[in-house]
């Protein structure tokens, strides 16, 4: 996906795998919805309102690295927003050897890769914007978004060591570093 000719479409399909929303609210997504105080992503969710995911470092690089060119983060021609890239991801798979993958499948993946975490359902589920199954779920379990922030960096970690991604999370988003191989 790095390979990818258009900045934004290359930064939209990974941010896919790696935030596990649904392919419309990472298109939706504007700028006034990215806190970097904070760190947060406010997704406009298609079930509930909003939900807020943490900003995770990988992301937050990705995201920072784009041009600012009206509101959209992933913007298309004409600063409108992206339509759903489904060409590239596939051209993206045949290149990478890999049996075609939706874009809906790489939401599918972000939940199948956090197995091999043994990350709380309940975290993937809010981070996915489920709604949630159990009733300690729904009235008693809280987390907020730094808590949230511990589980999806180990998450982006992993998924990015398991792709082999050399990347620095201290390093600051959307600067160009030199990283040793």
């Known amino acids: 996906m790095q390979q990818i000719g258009n900045p934004a479409i290359a930064a939209y399909l990974q941010a896919m795998l790696l935030t596990g929303a649904r392919p ?6 504007r700028w006034e919805d990215v806190n970097l105080k904070w760190k947060g992503i406010t997704i406009h969710d298609k079930v509930e309102d909003d939900r ?18 009206g509101e959209w983060v992933f913007a298309g021609a004409g600063d ?19 049996d075609h993958v939706s874009l ?23 981070l996915m914007g489920h709604k949630p199954s159990a009733t300690a779920e ?3 379990t809280v987390r907020p978004l730094d808590l949230l922030r511990v589980h999806h960096e180990k998450i982006e970690a992993w998924i990015l060591e398991q792709a082999g991604v050399k990347f620095d999370a201290k390093a600051e988003p ?6 040793a191989g």
């Open 24 to 29: 419309g609210e990472l298109l939706s997504l």
């Open 52 to 69: 807020v995911i943490p900003l995770t470092p990988y992301v937050h690089h990705l995201i920072a690295a784009l041009p600012k060119r």
């Open 80 to 98: 409108q927003a992206l339509t759903r890239p489904a060409k590239n991801l596939a051209t993206a798979c045949n290149v990478a050897g890999v």
């Open 104 to 126: 809906h499948g790489l939401r599918r993946s972000f939940k199948s890769l956090t197995e091999w975490l043994e990350i709380p359902a309940g975290v993937v589920a809010q």
């Open 138 to 140: 729904k009235h008693y």
């Open 174 to 179: 959307g600067k160009l570093r030199v990283v």
